[in-house]
């Protein structure tokens, strides 16, 4: 992912900066417990396709 579009982009829930996990291919929002998926290196910035932070832990 290129640094400088990260830079730029925030969770479209919060506005709050996102945090690129790099193995698995995922931009976390922290405040929302929600992960974006990074496909074929275009961010998915939908809630709707975003995954739960918080179901893994159940």
Do not use: N
Not at 27 to 38: E, G, N, R
Request: hydrophobic share 40%; charged share 30%.
């Amino acid at each position: 992912m290129d640094p400088r579009l990260l830079d730029i982009l925030v969770c479209p829930v919060c506005k709050a900066k996102l945090d690129f996990d790099k193995p698995a291919q995922e931009l976390i929002c922290k405040p929302c417990q929600l992960a974006y998926p990074v496909r074929d290196g275009i961010p998915i910035m939908m809630q709707d396709e975003a995954r739960s932070l918080t179901e893994q832990q159940g």
